[in-house]
């Protein structure tokens, strides 16, 4: 019986793209490099600051100037984050739907806790979610399940009656680890290259409207 159903935030939830690439564009600009497109900047974000600046820059954490880069770059969306985030369509009759059975959402991200609580707060969510729970709070964040297990003590329900909504490789091996029903969002932030159907999910979803036939299942 599922009873909780947890969401990742970027690119699942919350469509934060349009910031999220507004911040890269500003240090690209700085750096004398061209600014990207919405469309360029999409599919890279959910993942991560990591995702951003190697798409912007074309370095990865291995570099000697990453750090400096990725700091840089966090500073930056600070001062952008809650310019204009929303619910990716059809998000909020599911969680109106969810709400009016009865069952509890909560939200489950690596996005650190310094950006997701003032977000979610700014679009009046964090009244209505049962947990919301950031990639730093727990020793590791995902693929770990450490913060969906750490969800699960929150909200006081079983991995086994929560379903867990990600659009991304991460969010389905975080769950399954964790011992829920792992569902892929289709419309979220993912890549051309990437494989959804090869990631192991119990199902997959063109729309969120769709989750509640599993939901019911």
Known sequence: MINTILFDLDGTLVDTAPDLGHALNIQLIRHGKPALSDAA???FASHGSRGLIGLGFGITPNDD???AMRDEYLSIYDTVFTRSPV????????????ECKGLKWGIVTN???RFTQPLIKSMGLDKRAACVVSGDDAPQPKPSPATLLLACEEVDVKPENCIYLGDA????Q??????MKTVVALFG????TDKPYEWGANALISAPMDLLAIING
Do not use: H, S, T
């Open 41 to 43: 900047v999409r599919p």
């Open 65 to 67: 100037n990453f750090i």
């Open 87 to 98: 619910l990716l369509d059809g998000m909020a009759d599911l969680l109106q739907a969810i």
């Open 111 to 113: 996005k650190p806790r």
């Open 169 to 172: 490789e991460r969010d389905v």
């Open 174 to 179: 975080a769950g399954k680890a964790a011992g």
């Open 189 to 192: 932030y993912i890549d051309v």
